[in-house]
T-cell receptor
Framework: GQNIDQPTEMTATEGAIVQINCTYQ??????LFWYQQHAGEAPTFLSYNVLDGLEEKGRFSSFLSRSKGYSYLLLKELQMKDSASYLC??????????FGAGTTVTVRA | GAVVSQHPSWVICKSGTSVKIECRSL??????MFWYRQFPKQSLMLMATSNEGSKATYEQGVEKDKFLINHASLTLSTLTVTSAHPEDSSFYIC????????????FGPGTRLTVL
């Protein structure tokens, strides 16, 4: 099975940087994904890591360490529209995604 | 690209009735689709994996006779909640395997089901 942990809530100021950590213990690993989900909407794909290291996509970056079972999502230059829930998900060898409970990020002016 | 639609976006029904939810990949073919359920302030829980032309694979604890899944074509999967009860009220989200470098799943907008 999969055990995925991430903080429940985080608050930051507009323009700041926030780092959302995710730790996982899995029975199979075939990639780690980060999704953004606004209330009442479906998740949208943000980033993907399958090898160790940092992947940068504009204001969002994601890091993976497979040996430590650890990932983080870095949000830079925070904007009000970034207020949302951020989901860490691990894919297993059967292509199934297991999701963490999500981290609600609130951006304040 | 990689757009997934769901219909209806919300539905209210009486207890004991059946509800069908459609999931379509609009601009790509998806041999594999997934159905999730999400309760308020909780994460997505995988219910079943739907493969085109074959029977769906259900996760442990999900009743296959209650949640009927049909994947009749490469762009359409349906979930039918049979004899719905208030405890089935939830947000149901489908996704489609999108291929490409990440081969990620693309999610539909979800269906809010309320059973009275």
């Amino acid at each position: 099975g999969q055990n995925i942990d991430q903080p429940t809530e985080m608050t930051a100021t507009e323009g700041a940087i926030v780092q959302i950590n995710c730790t996982y213990q899995t029975s199979g690993f075939n990639g780690l994904f980060w999704y953004q989900q606004h209330a009442g909407e479906a998740p949208t794909f943000l980033s993907y890591n399958v090898l160790d290291g940092l992947e940068e996509k504009g204001r969002f970056s994601s890091f993976l360490s497979r040996s430590k079972g650890y990932s983080y999502l870095l949000l830079k230059e925070l904007q009000m529209k970034d207020s949302a829930s951020y989901l860490c998900a691990v894919r297993d060898g059967d292509y199934k995604l297991s999701f963490g409970a999500g981290t609600t990020v609130t951006v304040r002016a | 690209g990689a757009v997934v639609s769901q219909h209806p976006s919300w539905v209210i029904c009486k207890s004991g009735t059946s509800v069908k939810i459609e999931c379509r990949s609009l601009d790509f073919q998806a041999t594999t689709m997934f159905w999730y359920r999400q309760f308020p302030k909780q994460s997505l829980m995988l219910m079943a994996t739907s493969n085109e032309g074959s029977k769906a694979t259900y996760e442990q604890g999900v009743e296959k006779d209650k949640f009927l899944i049909n994947h009749a074509s490469l762009t359409l999967s349906t979930l039918t909640v049979t004899s719905a009860h208030p405890e089935d009220s939830s947000f149901y989200i489908c996704s489609a395997r999108g291929g490409g470098e990440a081969d990620t799943q693309y999610f539909g907008p979800g269906t809010r089901l309320t059973v009275l």
